[in-house]
């Protein structure tokens, strides 16, 4: 059964930092696109940032320039590196694998697989 584990999240103040593991078990995450998505309850889901196999990255414009994809597939793990976290930030983060696409540079992520989430709250 094809599982995505995420851990990491908890509750920063504002500035601060956090890193989210997503561990992937029953398939490989090498030869898979992968991503993380937020959902804030008075938001639409956001995509915040996708990485393909050869590690192109993309990412949500609110994040842009402090949050880091990143994967290692070694260890069947994907990460993302939060900092100068802001209140905005405040969301249940979900890891995703799929297939993805490149246009124009930007990673688009088709999910097939989600993880359960991991609340992250950033106060101010």
């Known amino acids: 059964q094809e599982q995505l584990v995420e851990s990491g999240g908890g509750s920063v103040q504002a500035g601060g930092s956090l890193r989210l593991s997503c561990v992937a078990s029953?398939?490989?995450?090498?030869?898979?696109?992968a991503g993380w998505v937020r959902q804030n309850p008075e938001k639409d889901r956001e995509g915040v940032a996708s990485?393909?196999?050869?590690?192109?990255?993309t990412y949500g414009d609110s994040v842009k320039g402090r949050f880091t994809i990143s994967r290692d597939d070694t260890k069947n793990t994907l990460y993302l590196q939060m900092r100068f976290l802001e209140p905005e930030d405040t969301a249940m983060y979900y890891c995703a694998t799929g297939n993805c696409s490149v246009v124009g540079g930007v990673v688009h992520l088709t999910p097939s697989t989600w993880g359960q989430g991991t609340q992250v709250t950033v106060s101010s």
């Open positions: 029953g398939h490989a995450l090498s030869g898979l696109c």
């Open positions: 990485i393909d196999v050869d590690g192109h990255t």
